[in-house]
């Protein structure tokens, strides 16, 4: 099964899945990030049933086209030109500049979550009052304790219809092809490079 090299990534999701939720059908979800991992989480949401409410946020234009072209029908906007308001954003991008963007973006009781890993000395300059204000939540999530297991049933029930490789972006590469595989990460052309033995 080519798709069981997503089954870590997709047991982090399950991790911030139970950290963020409730996340219900009808709320707004801005997905910071059209790389491998926002594409996992803009399926996730899809998976549970969210269709017409989720924005996906990404500066690439290839990797916009990637999201855009992934069948979820879902918008997928450059972050300067998104204005609305949502109730949950997940950071996938680790840019303290996106989430900062974020925060901004979020309506009452909103929730950020920080799925994206950020530079260790990365600062956020954050507003307290619009926090207080707004009543907003932060979340942040860190890897997959104990969720290897809700992982490989994702990796189960979104293999056929979510999982597809060239939807992804993913392209497999021989160990020798690997300067080629970090150039077409580095150019955004692929979301995930993988190998093969």
Known sequence: ????????????????????????????????????????????????????????????????????????????????????????????????????AAISLLGHGGRLCIFGVANPKTKLAIEPFQIYKKELTIVGVNINPYTFLKGLALLQSMSEKYLDYNKLGIKVFSLSQYKEALDALKKGDISKAVFKL
């Open 1 to 100: 099964m080519q798709q069981a090299v997503l089954s870590e990534p997709l047991s982090c999701l399950a991790h911030g899945w139970d950290r963020l939720n409730p996340v219900n059908v009808g709320n707004k979800v801005l997905v910071i990030g059209a790389g491998i991992i926002g594409l996992l989480w803009a399926c996730l949401l899809h998976l549970h049933g969210l269709r017409k409410t989720v924005t996906i946020s990404e500066p690439q234009e290839k990797r916009r086209e990637l999201a855009a072209h992934f069948g979820l029908d879902y918008q997928v906007e450059n972050p300067t030109e998104i204005k609305e308001e949502f109730d949950i954003a997940v950071d996938c991008s680790g840019s303290a500049p996106a989430m900062e």
